[in-house]
């Protein structure tokens, strides 16, 4: 369940919030005036979320690719890769 603070809680309970955030790896949603204004979240969890969007973002990239044929095969990739591996 999302945790929805104003954003006075900021200035007055950060620790509070953080403990939260490093608790459940949740997002504490931020609230101003009213209205929704900010997502506040442990840095574990903003980073796990950024490696997902990235993996997401390269799987389209393939599925993209794919698509218009742009392809190779799997032993060939996978021959580059040793060739680096051996050049390192």
Do not use: W
């Not at 609230?31 to 442990?42: F, I, P, R, W, Y």
Request: proline content about 3%.
């Amino acid at each position: 369940m999302p945790s929805i603070r104003p954003s006075s809680d900021l200035r007055n309970n950060y620790n509070e919030i953080s403990k939260f955030c490093h608790k459940y790896n949740e997002p504490v949603y931020i609230t101003k005036n009213g209205q929704g204004d900010l997502a506040v979240m442990s840095i574990e969890t903003y980073e796990r979320l950024v490696g997902k969007y990235e993996l997401y973002k390269l799987l389209d990239e393939g599925i993209d690719e794919m698509k218009k044929k742009k392809v190779r095969s799997f032993h060939d990739a996978l021959a580059d890769i040793q060739k680096g591996l051996k050049n390192e």
